[in-house]
């Protein structure tokens, strides 16, 4: 089945870094999600993207619509130990679809 | 504020046996889901009912059944449980309309000996 390519795998950083990672398919979406899933519990939505070149901020964190409608990008600023987790985009191919096709997600790691 | 309520959290079961895994939401939501995540991949889609009284197989049905029993509850079905089905089982509703973004469960885990 289909999944996007998320990258990185898996992050390790310092306590203060700003964080960034993205996700690319070969499929046009017309709306993409990032999902933030901590241990033992189910992912939690973060941020909605439903235009092509759309940013959008939610207290730190930064995401933008990828101009293709094939990528998006999430970034994290001044990251701090409660960013830890794994984090997903996920993309729908048209509005109010029931399917959701998801990426292999990003490990996250702060230290302090 | 429950959201969307999963039962069991955990549970192991023996090859072959069966197992129905619960999920009920109290948000009124028209559509819900049920999807299983293995290490290192994203979540894939089993089953999903867009509303009372359908249901739609999604990426992985093999070896799967779901009941949308009503309006609140989605139960997913291991009629004959294998190895590979070894995972952690998700279930997420959703509301009607544009922009409705789905809300998860905190999940099943399920092992297979």
């Known amino acids: 089945g289909q999944q996007l390519n998320q990258s990185p795998q898996s992050m390790f950083i310092q306590e203060g870094e700003d964080v960034s990672m993205n996700c690319t398919s070969s499929?046009?979406?017309?709306?993409w999600l990032w999902y933030k899933q901590d241990p033992g519990e189910g992912p939690v939505l973060l941020i909605a993207?439903?235009?092509?070149?759309e940013l959008t901020s939610n207290g730190r964190l930064t995401a933008q619509f990828g101009i293709t409608r094939k990528d998006s990008f999430l970034n994290i600023s001044a990251s701090i130990p409660s960013d830890v987790g794994i984090y997903f985009c996920?993309?729908?191919?048209?509005?109010?679809?029931?399917?959701?096709?998801f990426g292999t997600g990003t490990r996250l790691q702060v230290f302090p | 504020n429950a959201g969307v309520t999963q039962t069991p959290k955990f549970q192991v079961l023996k090859t072959g046996q069966s197992m129905t895994l619960q999920c009920a939401q109290d948000?009124?939501?028209?559509?819900m889901y049920w999807y299983r995540q293995d290490p290192g991949m994203g979540l894939r889609l089993i089953y999903y009912?867009?509303?009372?009284?359908?249901?739609d197989k999604g990426e992985v049905p093999n070896g799967y059944n779901v009941s949308r029993l009503n309006k609140r509850e989605f139960s997913l079905r291991l009629e004959s449980a294998a190895p590979s089905q070894t995972s952690v089982y998700f279930c997420?509703?959703?509301?009607?309309?544009?922009?409705?973004?789905?809300?998860f469960g905190d999940g099943t885990r399920l092992s297979i000996l």
């Open positions: 009912s867009a509303s009372e009284g359908t249901t």
């Open positions: 499929s046009i979406f017309n709306t």
């Open positions: 948000m009124n939501h028209n559509s």
């Open positions: 996920a993309g729908q191919y048209r509005y109010n679809t029931d399917k959701l096709i």
């Open positions: 993207l439903y235009k092509a070149g």
């Open positions: 997420a509703s959703k509301t009607g309309g544009e922009f409705q973004p789905q809300h």
